[in-house]
Structure formats: C-alpha cells, structure tokens
C-alpha cells in the first residue's frame, strides 16, 4: 500500500502560481502512473492531469492545459504540479492519486489518494 502526502497548497490571487508536490512511500513508485484530480466545494472530482510510469507521456484536462505541468523525479518518489496563470475556478482541494496501471487518466483507475492539500484563488 502506498501513501501519499500532498503539500503546497494555499491562497494566491489570480494570476499567480503555485507548485504542489505529493510524496510517496510505501509501494515502487516508478512502475504506475500518478494523478492530480480536484474537487470544488459542491462538485464532484475532477481530473487534472496524469504522467505515466515512466514519466514521458502526460495528459491534461482542457481547462488546464497550458497553464498546468506536471512531472516526476524517481529519485525522490515524488510529483509534483507546477499550476501557472491561476484562476479562481481553479479554487479547489488538490488530490494526489496513484493508479494500478502505468497509464490512467480516468478516476475509476487510481487506487490510491492523499489527503488533500487546498488550493484558494481570490483577489
């Protein structure tokens, strides 16, 4: 079983960027793809981006695509999602997934999840 701890959420203003990082342990992090899903207070979770096992193919959800990247360093077993140009409909809490293969992008794939970390932006 894998955990995975999200950071580097918080409030900014529109425009700005933030990087979130997900840390994981437990379980070989380079043999899955990883997952970035959000879910807006009143809504249901939504996928973001996805990076396959082996880092080269990624894949992005249209409203984030060109602002958002997403990438992995095996040497620390951590992905991280450098978020550019925010906006507030990116207003949301951040969830990190692992999934069971090494290419998802659909939620129902993804078997494991963090905790979370929000993500606010407000003028």
């Not at 959000?38 to 193919?57: L, N, Y």
């Not at 978020?83 to 949301?92: R, V």
């Not at 809490?93 to 494991?112: E, N």
Request: glycine share 10%; with cysteine; proline share 3%.
């Amino acid at each position: 079983q894998v955990q995975l701890v999200e950071s580097g959420g918080g409030l900014v203003q529109p425009g700005d960027s933030l990087r979130l990082s997900c840390a994981a342990s437990g379980r070989t992090f380079g043999s899955y793809a990883m997952g970035w899903f959000r879910q807006a207070p009143g809504k249901e979770r939504e996928f973001v981006s996805a990076i396959s096992a082996s880092g080269p193919s990624t894949y992005y959800a249209d409203s984030v695509k060109g602002r958002f990247t997403i990438s992995r360093d095996s040497a620390d077993d951590t992905v991280y999602l450098q978020m550019n140009s925010l906006k507030p409909e990116d207003t949301a809490v951040y969830y990190c997934a692992q999934s069971k293969t090494t290419w998802a992008t659909r939620l129902v794939d993804f078997a494991s999840w963090g905790q979370g970390t929000q993500v606010t932006v407000s003028s």
